[in-house]
Nanobody
Framework: QVQLVESGGGLVQAGDSLRLSCAAS????????MGWFRQAPGKEREFVAA????????YAADSVKGRFTISRDNAKNTVYLQMNSLKPEDTARYYC????????????????WGQGTQVTVSS
C-alpha cells in the first residue's frame, strides 16, 4: 500500500502561484511514477502532469504546459506541482496518484490516490 497526502491548495487570484505537495508513505516511493489530476464540479477527472519513477521523463497537459511543473524529491518521498500564472479555469480539486515505474496520462492506470486538495482561483 502507498498512502498519499496532498497539501498546499487554497484560494488565490488569477495570475498567482501555488505549490502543491504530495507526501507518500508505505512502499518504496522511488519505484512509483506519480501523477497529478484534477476534477472540477460536474466534470470528469482530468490529467494535469506526471513524472516517471526515476525522474527521466515528465508530462503535462496542454492546458497547463508552460505554467505548471511537476517534480519529485525521492529523499523526501514527496512530489510537487508548481503552478504559476493560475487561471480561474484551473479551479478544481487536485489529486496525486501513484503507479509502479512508468507514468501515464490515464487516471485508471494509477493504483493509489490521495484525498485531494482544493485550488480555487478567483478572477
Amino acid at each position: 500500500q502507498v498512502q498519499l497526502v496532498e497539501s498546499g491548495g487554497g484560494l488565490v487570484q488569477a495570475g498567482d502561484s501555488l505549490r502543491l505537495s504530495c507526501a507518500a508513505s508505505g512502499r518504496t516511493f522511488s519505484n512509483y511514477a506519480m501523477g497529478w489530476f484534477r476534477q472540477a464540479p460536474g466534470k470528469e477527472r482530468e490529467f494535469v502532469a506526471a513524472i516517471s519513477w526515476n525522474n527521466s521523463s515528465t508530462y503535462a497537459a496542454d492546458s497547463v504546459k508552460g505554467r505548471f511543473t511537476i517534480s519529485r524529491d525521492n529523499a523526501k518521498n514527496t512530489v510537487y506541482l508548481q503552478m504559476n500564472s493560475l487561471k480561474p479555469e484551473d479551479t478544481a480539486r487536485y489529486y496525486c496518484a501513484a503507479k509502479l515505474y512508468y507514468s501515464s496520462t490515464y487516471f485508471y492506470q494509477y493504483d493509489y490516490w490521495g484525498q485531494g486538495t482544493q485550488v480555487t482561483v478567483s478572477s
